[in-house]
Structure formats: structure tokens, C-alpha cells
């Protein structure tokens, strides 16, 4: 008995948090809107008016957010890339909400039937396959014309594949540039690597079994034998994670193909510290054009050496100038 009091207790607790973040909008079509977890059902109100830009698992059905299912149950339609895979999400949590196609090939047609429904007050839910929307999905016009007819649009952050692969390579994430897929074809790929090797960022970047070797071939010959991680199928249950550099993973998956959903992080290229050629032709270059202190601060921004021993140095380089051309500097 008390166990049982326990699972109501957490169902009505959950129910709450659920009430929290969906807002009741009047309308009554007669659907039950709730979702069930644990096996408790948990009734939420009618979603708020507007568009609702809904993260979802990338494989894992128990990465949703409780927001998230809330929304999903609440809304009055969802928008989906394939009803197929977010039915799978839906029959997880019982959630009975109508589902539409939006995707590529009918998002010109469909588009203007969800702004309609919009128009008419109701809450539509815009989901992807997996992860978040607008992130390699068409989901972007969407949002564009929702906002431009002064419809409210909200996020409801989860999942993602790219911030999922940024945690676990084990790289800069201080910085970093999602480039979304490489070219499929060779020429316009390694193109865009060599824009993409003057990026002084981690990169992030989506690729597909059939064509990862080819691109770590040409991201190894464009970039060099920089530090990267292989991330495929994450979440799942043949999750992998590969680190080294370039060339060995280059070399690794040039034979065979791999399956599966693949991010592929890149650190930075590595900086190399200046030698003492080096930072005394940048400090003499300084001292042509400006104050020694002006110069020690110029070469200091550009090498990252410190103040005081570029000051040092470039006393030294200012003392064996003076020697050398006889201007009468103390000796």
C-alpha cells in the first residue's frame, strides 16, 4: 500500500512539473492529452498557441525531457521528418497527438498548412528524426515564416548529436565551428577543407558511413596530423568513440564501411611556440616601426610569450643595433 501511495505520489509530482511548462489554451478536441511514464499516466493541459521547436532523442528513447513530453502530448499537431521514427517516440510514452510529414521534399506544400494552423490558434509541435531542429533538418523556413506572421515560436532544448560529440572527444570546445556534411563530391570537398584549415576552432562535422573514409582522407592530406574524434552511433547501443590523430584514423577506416550516424570532431590546429629566429625578427620588424615597449606588447599578442622576456630580448636586439651602426648609445 504505502509503495503504491509512492507511485501516485511521484505521478502527481511529475504531473505538476509537466502542468509547469505547458499552458492551457481553451481548446477541447476531445483527445486525451497525456503521456505515460513508469507506467502512470500523466493528463497536461492543452499546449500554449504557436510553434514549439521540440528536441528529441538521437537514439536513446530515454534522453527526452519531461518538458518535452509534455509538449508532445500537449500540442495539437506535430510536425515530423518521418512519421515512422516519431511514432516510435510516441508509442514509447503513449501520446496520442496527430502526426504531419515536413521534411525536404514536402516542405513547400506543407508549410503553408501549418501556417494555417497557426493562424487558427493552434500549438504545433516541430520535431526532427533526431536531436534538435533547424540543426542539418528543414525545419529553418519554418521558423522564418512562423516568426514573420508574428507567431510565437519557443525552444525546448535536449538532445543533440553535436554537443553530445563535443563532450566525449575530449577537445577544445572553447571554440569550435559546426560545418555541417563535408561536399559529397572530391574537388568542392577539398575546397571547403582548405576554408575550414584557417579556422582557429575545434570543428564539428556530420558524415555518412559510405563516404568517412574518403573525407578523412582528404581532412588528413588538407589539415595535417591534427588531434580528432570519431563518434558513431551515439546513445545507441553500438556507440563508438575513436581519438587519434588524422592520419590513423585515415588510415583505420580507409578499408570497409562503417555504419551508422558519425560526428567527427577536429581540434585546432596545434600552435607552434616561435624559436629565438623567430620572435627576434618579429621584435626587430617592432622596433623599425614603433616604441620598444609598443613592441613587446605587439610580439606578446602574436606569440604568446611572455612581457618580460620579449622585453629582455628586445633590449638586447636594441643595444647590439646601437653598437653596430656607432649612434652613441651608452655601450
Known sequence: MDSAMTAKQAAARVARMSSAVASPSGRHDGRERRYTLGGHPVDVPALAPGLHVIATPIGNLGDITLRALAAL????????????????????YAIATPLTPYHDHNAAK??????RRLAEGAAVALVSDAG????????????????????AVTALPGASALLAALAVAGLPTDQFLFAGFLPPKTVARRARIAELARIPASLVLFETGPRIAAALSDLAAGLGPRQAALCRELTKIHEEVRRADLE????????????????????PQQQRRPDAVDTDALLRQALARTSLKDAVGEVASATGLPRRELYQRALALAKNTSEETGDGAPR
Open 73 to 92: 502530448a500537449g500540442a495539437d499537431v506535430i510536425a515530423c521528418e518521418d512519421t515512422r521514427v516519431t511514432r516510435k517516440l510516441l508509442d514509447r
Open 110 to 115: 506543407a508549410r503553408p498548412a501549418l501556417l
Open 248 to 267: 590513423t584514423l585515415a588510415r583505420d577506416y580507409a578499408v570497409g564501411e562503417i555504419r551508422g550516424e558519425i560526428v567527427l570532431v577536429v581540434g
Open 132 to 151: 534538435t531542429p533547424l540543426v542539418s533538418d528543414p525545419g529553418l523556413k519554418l521558423v522564418q515564416a512562423a516568426k514573420d506572421a508574428g507567431h
